[in-house]
């Protein structure tokens, strides 16, 4: 595959709309570039998940490539623009996250079914469903293919995320997600009683208060625990009642006791309501674990030798985010090596401006291609030395 190939499939992958939960065109058209670039098995499994392998089933080792082929809203007009820095191409999902996906396929493909097998690897290349959706779905399923028992464990993992050609993701914080529901009878705004909404006010002043409690002496936004309001809507039933519904959201850092936390919130309204007048109802979802990789690993080094191959003047970054990544799903209970990468730059990801610049592209499809090379290459001689 050449890089007008290449270019061609991320601008084809990005021009076909594939809202999460509403995917299957996108992954079916996947598949079938995937056969027609070599692959030696290609299909969208039981989840909805394009699918693309290559080298034996039975190798004796696995790495799984797990992009997301689902995006968020926005209707961005898919064009190539040609700027001084080379040409851009525009798209939702162009960068978070068709860009690294199409980076995975397209650098497996040049990898190649025979450098799999010679090395002894089976190359496992996914565009997962939903993971825009804060339900992972296709994670999930694949999660639970690879899991000791249906299927070995993969030896190593690459998340596609973007960031950047010579960057490696090395962790993301956790997430919880609480809707929650607060009534109480109506009253007149000059009576004794707290509004409903000043109530809901003062359980975030407390969230916030343990946030504040929890991160002293931490400076690293890594390290942090980080709560946002997302929603606040206040209204009048036909019953007479007063209601709040609201979205709290926090990023969780790694090890942290989001069960304390839940029920901390749960036991809020008898330890500070005293009157009995307002009810809660709390709902927790889209709960995942923080997770941080190491360095020390032979997936790292195999991308230290990677971005070298691309670009000898190249050195590999490490960075940790803030937000959620498939990584949070499938690193728990794999254990195995793992990181992020992707071409693109990740503040363009959700907003009207998303363009990934192609000469970055096609530099990533390359460091994926020599990564696979290295980690092949790698492994063989640690059977070697056994």
């Known amino acids: 595959m050449d890089r007008a190939a290449a270019v061609e499939l991320i601008r084809g992958l990005v021009a076909i709309p594939s809202l999460s939960r509403q995917e299957a065109p996108a992954s079916a058209w996947l598949v079938e570039q995937m056969r027609a670039n070599g692959y030696d098995r290609a299909f969208v499994d ?19 490539l797990l992009g997301h082929i689902d995006t968020v809203p926005g209707n961005i007009p898919v064009r190539i623009e040609a700027s001084a820095g080379g040409d851009l191409l525009y798209g939702r999902g162009s960068v978070d996250a068709k860009g690294p996906l199409a980076s995975f ?25 939903e993971e825009e959706a804060a339900t992972s779905k296709g994670a999930r399923f694949i999660a639970a293919r690879f899991d000791g028992v249906t299927e070995p464990i993969p030896h190593a993992c690459i998340i596609g995320e973007p ?15 609480l809707d929650l529901t607060a009534d109480q009878p109506m009253a007149h705004t000059a009576g004794p009683d707290a509004s409903v909404a000043s ?14 409690a929890h991160n002293r002496g931490k400076d690293k936004a890594f390290d942090q625990l980080s709560p946002s309001l997302r929603r606040f809507v206040t209204s009048t039933n036909t019953e007479m009642h007063d209601l ?25 309204p008898l330890a500070h309501l005293r009157d009995g007048h307002t009810r809660f109802e709390f709902h927790f979802r889209g709960e ?19 971005v070298r191959t691309e670009d000898p003047a190249a050195s590999l970054g490490f960075v940790l985010k803030t937000g959620t990544s498939d990584m949070n799903v499938v690193a728990p209970g794999w254990k195995c090596p793992i990181v992020a990468y992707g071409p693109g730059d990740s503040a363009l ?27 092949g290459n790698q492994q063989e001689s640690n059977r070697s030395d056994e």
């Open 46 to 64: 039981g989840a909805g998940n394009a699918v693309g392998e290559l080298g034996d089933p039975s190798a004796p080792r696995t790495i799984v």
């Open 105 to 129: 396929v397209c650098g497996a493909a040049r990898f190649g079914s025979a450098a799999a097998r010679a090395a002894g690897l089976r190359v496992v290349v996914v565009g997962a469903v």
């Open 163 to 177: 960031s950047h050609w010579n960057r490696v993701t090395l962790g993301y914080k956790g997430r919880l997600l």
């Open 199 to 212: 109530v809901v006010v003062d359980l975030w002043n407390w969230v916030t208060a343990q946030a504040a």
């Open 244 to 268: 709040v519904e609201a979205q709290f959201a926090w990023r969780l850092p790694v090890g942290f006791d989001a069960a304390a936390l839940m029920a901390g919130l749960r036991a809020w």
């Open 288 to 306: 995942e674990r923080a997770w941080r990789g190491d360095r020390n690993n032979p997936l790292v080094r195999s991308f230290l030798a990677g």
């Open 349 to 375: 990801d959700h907003t009207p401006n998303e363009h990934l610049p192609l000469d970055e592209y096609w530099k990533a499809v390359n460091v994926i291609r020599h990564t696979l090379a290295a980690f």
